[in-house]
């Protein structure tokens, strides 16, 4: 790849070409690499030193006398993103070196963290000699090939933010995910999707494909593959993303416009991404599904887009709430539809082809309105539709598939085929442990014994519970890293958590909470905030700190559903609202990916809606599923 030659990148690689060479003729046996890539982070860092079994990451400052706190978080992610995501860093010792070239003289103090990565070392140029040679001397290991460690398999698992921008680069998904997820990986699952979009197009046909997961197991990322890959590729196809999630369209289109302002901003000559993102509007990328409905609803426009990628369709609405709401709100009084219904039928609109994929959660139906799976496939009983061909994973047509034996039949009748690598089973949510989903699926499914062997294979990912919130913070600002994020969740219900701190009414605003840095007391980071399950579905954080109300408490029989009103807690009767509440903590569980504490309130005696019996009781049961609580 070439690299940019301005002067002062010229003069920065001259000083450090001369101070390597100092480093080599004091370490003769060392393994150095210059330029060395971190893909996910899309950067590159300036040097690597390979010495007793030590992995030193270099980044020099030219001209600096300080060591700005942004530089420090460089040189930190570039060592945390070694750890987690190359595979033959995982059992090294990583030191980040940040190197200040007019810095005085420092004193060197080392700490690692349990994975193995220490604190940023920051020196200046003088110092890095005596520096290594300490850290060396005072931490033996046995060396290592620095041959095979470099060559070794870089696996990222990028957070949804990271791999949209990516993928609007041009990356494909097998660059940006997991190689070792097994049959049910993102790979096969992406070209799965495309090969049923060629079969369409060749054979000019329609079709609908399911593809369904457990939480954090890809299918956002999979959809934004297959969308952004078709978009405008010059074959006559169109693709666009579309979500009914809100906050996931705001944050998204927020990340992409930020990363083309900061290309704009500082243009490097050697980024062939570049060309490939000119023309391109994040808008047309990643769009809102209701103002896609909007714009066809009440006309027989024939769609751009041959290609739509439905993110979350068990969440679009039912007939009634489609209908009520296209009533009051638009004012089309003959609208009698559910969601899947008129989208399907919007892109039955198209005289050639068109392909339709829904990307379905397990159990993440969260609202008043949601239809389910079920009315997608309900819809094909429309004769307009009987020429479409299905494509979905056999676990639809088993017996706990979601569907009735009714709505079976419709989906064989449809022709097309099964295929298990629609079925994402492992999350990759988080890198550190696949056994999140199947741990809270047991927390929340009433077994504790299945949790507490779940979390016992979890050891890479720290959970705990505590009964102080500013115990949960203090947790949570230790464990956070570089340019790691955390933030405090709560469901949108979580009432009486006013009390503590938490107004889960005021809302936050996404874009801010998930991409702000620095000391923004709107971004996630500051934990002042708390983010309601409305606000993070579909997205992630690195850690998180999830506050339990008794909207979701504990009696003798099990988990009690309640709301909120008025001044009083009221129990919830109805089935699907049951749901709700409960799939409202499903998806807080979900959100980390790389650890979690859990805070239950003490409560208080003296106030009804909090009485300390309550909270005490889902306190216990938390322990009783393994969950330990917080040491000190």
Known sequence: MPFAVEPAQRAAWQFEIQHLKQLARAFPDGWFALEFAIPRMGRRADAVLVAGGHVFVLEYKVGAAGFARHAVEQVHGYALDLKSFHATSHDKRIVPLLIASDAPAQAVGLGFAGDGVAAPVCVSADDVVPAVRQILATNPVAAFDAAAWAAGAYRPTPTIIEAAQALYRGHQVAEISRSEAGAENLTVTADAIDRA?????????????FVTGVPGAGKTLAGLNIACGRMERGEGEDATFLSGNGPLVVVLRAALKRDLRRRAAAPDPGDPEARHIIGRSPDKFVQNVHHFRDDYAGNLVVPSEQVVVFDEAQRAWDREMAARFM????????????????????????????????????????????????AWVEALNDPRFRGWRVYAPPRLLAGDGGLDAALRFVLERQGGALDAALHLGVSVRSFRAEKVSAFVAA???????????????????????????????????AQRRAGERAGLLASSNAIRLKPEGLHVKAGVDVAAWFLNEGADIRASNALEDAA????????????????WDLNLMRGPGGWVPRRFRGTAWQAVNDAAARAYVVNSYRVLLTRARQGMVIFVPPGDAA??????????????????????????
């Not at 060629?198 to 329609?206: E, I, L, N, P, Y």
């Not at 379905?360 to 609202?367: K, P, R, S, W």
């Open 607 to 632: 106030d009804t809606t909090r009485p300390p019996a309550g909270y005490d009781a889902v306190d216990a049961w938390l322990g009783e599923c393994g969950v330990p609580e917080m040491a000190g």
């Open 443 to 477: 927390l929340l499914g009433e077994d504790a014994g299945v949790a507490r062997g779940l979390l016992a294979e979890m050891g890479q990912f720290p959970l705990v519970r505590t009964r102080s919130l500013a115990a949960a913070r203090g947790w949570l600002r």
């Open 532 to 547: 309601t399950e409305f606000e993070v579905q579909g997205l992630e954080l690195d850690w998180t700190g999830v506050a």
């Open 197 to 209: 979009i060629q079969t369409a197009h060749r054979q000019g046909h329609k079709a609908l494909l």
């Open 327 to 374: 009533r009051e709100k638009r004012g089309l009084r003959d609208f009698d539809q559910s969601e899947p219904a008129f989208l399907l039928s919007v892109m039955d609109r198209r005289p050639d082809w068109c392909a339709v994929v829904c990307l379905v959660g397990e159990g993440q139906e969260i609202n008043r309105g949601e239809a389910g799976i079920g």
